[in-house]
């Protein structure tokens, strides 16, 4: 009987997990006659087989025909997906192709460096094989796969796309710049390039791929854990949007979007000084290990330089808000391999993420100035710093505190002899934002209606092309800051402060001047007729700077929770320097209390 059961055990289980051929025990080796499956002909029929299902039919029709070109770069592609590289190689052409264009984009390889490899392993490799020997030979191969992109000539100063019904004009009918520009040879060539990657493409590609198309429903199959934050799908806003618009969240499959733009130079700090603008496209549906992640971050428009576009950047965004408004009106049919169904699918941007300057130029209100909170907006309470020459915000938050907070009535720690009986003004929703946008110029309508509304300096300046989708004025959310760059920006206020170097730090004659004129603090007020600035009680002495400097370059950290902080020490000069955001976020956070309660 125990035998009998052994036996049974053995052979539904097995005693070694995957042991079917029982070599160590004699049995002959024998090779596999089942087809190792491709997964580079499965890419090939995920990006284009929906639509050439008729050539996967091994059938034959009666009657024959040229295929169309569509049909004849689905048919190429899956013949170097099955062509190997050279007699007796493992790799075929279409792998060998798509490797080293994922390698190139990893590690950010130059093209004369890639061509170098190519050439390598050409002589590398048998002389009958088919292996490009440049690049440029590595991404013919992969043409077909290639997702559609549009490049539209842009006015040099930036106030016209030509496009649509300006794409026949040879000069911009708003400011008369020349389209074109000659070169040395004579050549015309156009002045500025829009570079404009279509996002319906994109979407539908992520439903077309077998192992992405039933992450995109994770949202909605997931079980939300009660006060935790861990997905957008957490957030009040995501809700808000299913609530206000139940027909477009009864379908799972509908694609929530992320916006975000900045400025980027690619010839790095020491390079021309170029900076040309992406704006990139997020979907959220997918799990949090995915939907952060570099390949689903698509970029949708690379707004040329070589300056920053300021309020024209609308202008450059025209093809994109279009196309964003025919997913949210119409959508686009587009065939879901998980469910083997044909879904129309539509897209919405959820907010917008960007940095605080940014988030003007997409929002349309100014950022400068006395007016530039934006929940303050015209009930601001900032002042004029007479000797410090510049707007400041200081003692601005007692009156969001709760009414009977003690902070209220502090007379002290905050603007001497004042108690806050005020409360906060009323941070107006979409609706409200839009009646008071609705009638202003847009950046399309030329510079020179901008011009007039930023001379009256009422704090919008222009009507954010963001209000054409129609549920704009609808989100609970339409502009989100991004914390790691304001968070940098204060650290490195912060350090130098405390640091007192010298050029960076906020403790000036200036500072103390008007310090003394709001504040109560006699101990920092400045002495023998504001000659003498006495030493501040949170800056440590030159001692104490290089135990904090010696601490910090002797610091070790778990893998990927901080960077090499040793890099950022200058022991000479006991400065902090090149900190990155996540860096200055940790040391923030993390290092700072317990850096500074030793020495002050």
């Given at each position: 009987?125990?035998?009998k059961?052994?036996?049974?055990?053995?052979?539904?289980?097995?005693?070694?997990?995957?042991?079917?051929?029982?070599?160590?025990?004699?049995?002959?080796?024998?090779?596999?006659?089942?087809?190792?499956?491709?997964?580079?002909?499965?890419?090939?029929i995920?990006?284009?087989?929906?639509?050439?299902?008729?050539l996967?039919n091994?059938?034959?029709?009666?009657?024959?025909?040229?295929?169309?070109?569509?049909?004849?770069?689905?048919?190429?592609?899956?013949?170097?997906?099955?062509?190997?590289?050279?007699?007796?190689?493992?790799?075929?052409?279409?792998?060998?192709?798509?490797?080293?264009?994922?390698?190139?984009?990893?590690?950010?390889?130059?093209?004369?460096?890639?061509?170098?490899?190519?050439?390598?392993?050409?002589?590398?490799?048998?002389?009958?094989?088919?292996?490009?020997?440049?690049?440029?030979?590595?991404?013919?191969?992969?043409?077909?796969?290639?997702?559609?992109?549009?490049?539209?000539?842009?006015?040099?100063?930036?106030?016209?796309?030509?496009w649509?019904?300006?794409?026949?004009?040879?000069?911009?009918?708003?400011?008369?710049?020349?389209?074109?520009?000659?070169?040395k040879?004579?050549?015309?060539?156009?002045?500025?390039?829009?570079?404009?990657?279509?996002?319906?493409?994109?979407?539908?590609?992520?439903?077309?791929?077998?192992?992405?198309?039933?992450?995109?429903?994770?949202?909605?199959?997931?079980?939300?854990?009660?006060?935790?934050?861990?997905?957008?799908?957490?957030?009040?806003?995501?809700?808000?949007?299913?609530?206000?618009?139940?027909?477009?969240?009864?379908?799972?499959?509908?694609?929530?979007?992320?916006?975000?733009?900045?400025?980027?130079?690619?010839?790095?700090?020491?390079?021309?000084?170029?900076?040309?603008?992406?704006?990139?496209?997020?979907?959220?549906?997918?799990?949090?290990?995915?939907?952060?992640?570099?390949?689903?971050?698509?970029?949708?428009l690379?707004?040329?330089?070589?300056?920053?576009?300021?309020?024209?950047?609308?202008?450059?965004?025209?093809?994109?808000?279009?196309?964003?408004?025919?997913?949210?009106?119409?959508?686009?049919?587009?065939?879901?391999?998980?469910?083997?169904?044909?879904?129309?699918?539509?897209?919405?941007?959820?907010?917008?993420?960007?940095?605080?300057?940014?988030?003007?130029?997409?929002?349309?209100w100014?950022?400068a100035?006395?007016?530039?909170?934006?929940?303050?907006?015209?009930?601001?309470r900032?002042?004029?710093?007479?000797?410090?020459?510049?707007?400041?915000?200081?003692?601005?938050?007692?009156?969001?505190?709760?009414?009977?907070?003690?902070f209220?009535?502090?007379?002290?720690?905050?603007?001497?002899?004042?108690?806050?009986?005020?409360?906060?003004?009323?941070?107006?929703?979409?609706?409200?934002?839009?009646?008071?946008v609705?009638?202003?110029?847009?950046?399309?309508?030329?510079?020179?209606?901008?011009?007039?509304?930023?001379?009256?300096?009422?704090?919008?300046?222009?009507?954010?092309?963001?209000?054409e989708?129609?549920?704009?004025?609808?989100?609970?959310?339409?502009?989100?800051?991004?914390?790691?760059?304001?968070?940098?920006?204060?650290?490195?206020?912060?350090?130098?402060?405390?640091?007192?170097?010298?050029?960076?730090?906020?403790?000036?004659?200036?500072?103390?001047?008007?310090?003394?004129?709001?504040?109560?603090?006699?101990?920092?007020?400045l002495?023998?007729?504001?000659?003498?600035?006495?030493?501040?009680?949170?800056?440590?002495?030159?001692?104490q700077?290089?135990?904090?400097?010696?601490?910090?370059?002797?610091?070790k950290?778990?893998?990927?929770y901080?960077?090499n902080?040793?890099?950022?020490?200058?022991?000479?000069?006991?400065?902090?320097?090149?900190m990155?955001?996540?860096?200055?976020?940790?040391?923030?956070?993390?290092l700072?209390?317990?850096?500074?309660?030793?020495?002050?």
């Amino acid at each position: 009987m125990i035998l009998k059961q052994l036996e049974y055990i053995l052979y539904k289980k097995g005693f070694v997990r995957n042991y079917y051929q029982w070599i160590c025990q004699g049995e002959s080796l024998v090779e596999s006659s089942r087809v190792q499956p491709n997964p580079y002909r499965d890419m090939v029929i995920d990006a284009l087989g929906n639509n050439q299902e008729h050539l996967l039919n091994e059938k034959s029709n009666s009657v024959e025909e040229e295929p169309n070109d569509e049909a004849k770069k689905f048919i190429d592609l899956l013949k170097v997906a099955g062509d190997p590289l050279c007699e007796g190689s493992k790799l075929s052409v279409l792998e060998m192709a798509s490797r080293i264009a994922s390698l190139k984009c990893e590690f950010n390889l130059q093209h004369r460096c890639v061509d170098e490899f190519a050439s390598l392993f050409n002589d590398a490799i048998p002389n009958n094989n088919q292996m490009g020997r440049t690049f440029n030979s590595t991404k013919k191969v992969l043409e077909g796969l290639e997702l559609p992109h549009e490049r539209i000539h842009t006015c040099p100063k930036g106030c016209l796309l030509f496009w649509k019904g300006d794409a026949h004009l040879d000069k911009c009918r708003v400011c008369g710049s020349d389209r074109y520009k000659k070169t040395k040879k004579g050549k015309l060539i156009p002045s500025k390039v829009l570079i404009y990657f279509s996002i319906t493409p994109r979407l539908q590609r992520l439903y077309a791929t077998k192992n992405i198309s039933e992450d995109m429903t994770w949202h909605a199959k997931n079980p939300r854990v009660q006060n935790t934050f861990a997905h957008p799908s957490d957030s009040e806003a995501w809700k808000h949007l299913d609530t206000t618009f139940p027909n477009f969240a009864s379908e799972p499959r509908n694609v929530r979007l992320g916006l975000c733009t900045d400025g980027f130079a690619p010839h790095g700090k020491f390079g021309s000084q170029y900076s040309c603008w992406p704006v990139i496209l997020t979907p959220y549906n997918l799990p949090p290990s995915m939907c952060m992640k570099r390949p689903f971050m698509f970029l949708s428009l690379l707004v040329p330089g070589p300056k920053n576009p300021k309020g024209n950047l609308d202008v450059y965004m025209q093809p994109l808000i279009e196309e964003l408004k025919q997913l949210w009106e119409v959508g686009a049919m587009t065939y879901d391999i998980s469910s083997k169904q044909n879904l129309n699918l539509r897209a919405a941007v959820l907010w917008t993420i960007s940095d605080f300057p940014t988030y003007g130029m997409l929002s349309g209100w100014s950022t400068a100035g006395k007016k530039a909170c934006p929940y303050c907006m015209d009930k601001s309470r900032s002042f004029w710093l007479e000797h410090g020459g510049k707007v400041s915000w200081f003692d601005c938050h007692r009156q969001f505190l709760p009414h009977d907070h003690p902070f209220r009535k502090n007379k002290t720690s905050f603007c001497k002899n004042k108690v806050e009986h005020g409360m906060g003004p009323h941070i107006m929703c979409g609706e409200e934002l839009w009646q008071c946008v609705k009638d202003l110029p847009k950046a399309t309508d030329g510079p020179e209606a901008l011009k007039k509304l930023k001379n009256a300096k009422k704090g919008w300046f222009k009507q954010s092309i963001l209000w054409e989708l129609p549920y704009w004025k609808d989100l609970l959310i339409c502009y989100n800051l991004d914390v790691m760059h304001i968070e940098k920006n204060f650290f490195d206020q912060l350090i130098n402060t405390v640091m007192d170097v010298k050029g960076s730090t906020s403790d000036t004659t200036s500072a103390r001047k008007d310090m003394a004129k709001y504040c109560k603090r006699r101990q920092l007020e400045l002495e023998n007729g504001n000659q003498t600035m006495p030493k501040a009680p949170f800056s440590p002495d030159k001692a104490q700077k290089k135990v904090l400097c010696e601490w910090v370059r002797d610091l070790k950290f778990p893998d990927a929770y901080a960077s090499n902080l040793s890099r950022c020490v200058n022991l000479q000069s006991c400065k902090l320097y090149g900190m990155k955001s996540h860096d200055c976020h940790v040391f923030m956070e993390r290092l700072l209390p317990v850096a500074l309660k030793e020495l002050l």
